[in-house]
């Protein structure tokens, strides 16, 4: 007779687990192994992942690292799982997400089924109309510093499954393994990149902050994605207090706030006339400010609302570069289009969401790539530049389907 195995784990959820880490793709992680060369031998490595974690014999293997480069200086540290360690992890979200999320704040966006990114900004937008003041808040190094013994506390509440708090012990003690093959012990901290670390950085900031907030000042609304987020007050003063009360809470929790990004900020337009130091902050890729515009009867005024941010605008420009358009001379523009399209799209539709026009300089700067290439690939065209502009638009005006920016009416033209 067959021994049952100690812990009940579906094979269909590892399968969904598999099918949801390659969609995700992803880089290799200490074995080397990449998403094609696990799907080698598919069916032996799923059964290995089921076998293990169904005994209690799955171990995690070392978790590699990546520094990347932050926007504001400085390295931020990835962690890489194996892909095998991806699809155990997500066996356990898969798991365990559905006995927290019911639980979640309504105001958490961040990593959520059905919750995104533009609806937070959308929600922060319409609160700055109602209320005068923002204070804004960032948790410094929060996946680093996650406090393991406070969040199995959180885990536990939630679940008494032994499989799942056995492996989500054993994946927040893994070590890193640096670029030269040292291993680092963990104490704390979360891996920035492991597959489970959102739901448990959720779960952390849940009782850290969501339900804090909810229970000490329920007729402050907020909004937090992650580790950001924005609480809308009514004075100054109650800002300051606020913020002198949350900097204490969090040290509660063994975090800290960020002493520059956590500010207070006057959301200031044409009927609110207070001055004030800081009027503007970013959020999501959106820069909250006063802005200049016109209302249904025509008339203009001062309106405190999101538009794109100087940060996202230039970082897509810098990835458009990063294409080296003027290098693909074999390519036809409906081959650029067909490769190009999809993440041109994507930018507009979510950057475009708010005051779309604060986009167009960096829609026309596509236009000026591609218009290089024209220049590139056509030999009439190389030393005029203007008639390639013109060239351009024309198939613009003729086939504006061809690119998503050319459908929101930004085309080649010249000047």
Request: overall charge positive; aromatic content about 12%; hydrophobic content about 35%.
């Amino acid at each position: 007779m067959k021994k049952a195995k100690p812990f009940e784990i579906s094979k269909g959820v590892v399968v969904e687990a598999w099918e949801r880490v390659k969609a995700n793709q992803g880089a290799a992680g200490v074995d080397k192994e990449s998403i094609a060369d696990f799907e080698r031998d598919l069916k032996d490595n799923l059964y290995k992942i089921w076998n293990r974690m169904s005994s209690g014999s799955y171990i995690p293997p070392p978790v590699r690292t990546v520094a990347i480069p932050k926007k504001t200086g400085g390295e931020r540290i990835l962690g890489i799982p194996t892909v095998a360690d991806r699809v155990a992890q997500m066996v356990a979200e898969l798991y365990f997400e559905p006995m927290v999320e019911p639980h979640f704040h309504g105001d958490s966006y961040g990593y959520r089924p059905s919750k995104s990114a533009i609806q937070a900004v959308g929600i922060t937008r319409k609160r700055c109309w109602r209320y005068d003041w923002v204070l804004e808040f960032d948790i410094q190094g929060l996946f680093d510093n996650i406090d393991h013994e406070l969040l199995m506390r959180a885990v536990r509440k939630h679940t008494a499954s032994k499989w799942i708090l056995l492996y989500i012990e054993r994946w927040l003690k893994a070590p890193f393994q640096k670029e030269d093959g040292t291993l680092m012990e963990r104490g704390k901290g979360t891996p920035q990149g492991g597959v489970i670390s959102p739901v448990l950085s959720n779960l952390f900031l849940h009782y850290g902050f969501d339900a804090w907030m909810k229970r000490n000042h329920p007729e402050l609304p907020f909004c937090r994605y992650a580790d950001d987020g924005i609480v809308h007050c009514r004075t100054e003063s109650e800002a300051l207090a606020l913020k002198e009360a949350l900097g204490s809470r969090f040290r509660e929790c063994r975090l800290e706030l960020h002493p520059e990004k956590t500010r207070i900020i006057y959301c200031k337009d044409s009927n609110r006339r207070e001055d004030h130091s800081a009027t503007s902050f970013d959020f999501l890729g959106f820069t909250f400010r006063p802005r200049l515009s016109k209302s249904q009867s025509g008339r203009y005024f001062v309106n405190f609302g999101p538009a794109v941010s100087n940060k996202a605008g230039k970082v897509m420009r810098q990835k458009a570069r990063r294409w080296h358009l003027h290098l693909r001379s074999d390519s036809s523009l409906e081959d650029l289009s067909r490769i190009f399209s999809p993440i041109i799209r994507g930018w507009i539709n979510y950057y475009g969401s708010f005051y779309k026009s604060a986009m167009y300089p960096t829609l026309r700067h596509l236009n000026k790539i591609l218009v290089r290439w024209a220049r590139r690939k056509f030999k009439r065209l190389r030393y005029h530049l203007t008639k390639a502009v013109y060239w351009l638009g024309r198939i613009a005006k003729r086939q504006p389907e061809l690119f998503p920016h050319w459908q929101v009416g930004v085309r080649p033209t010249v000047g």
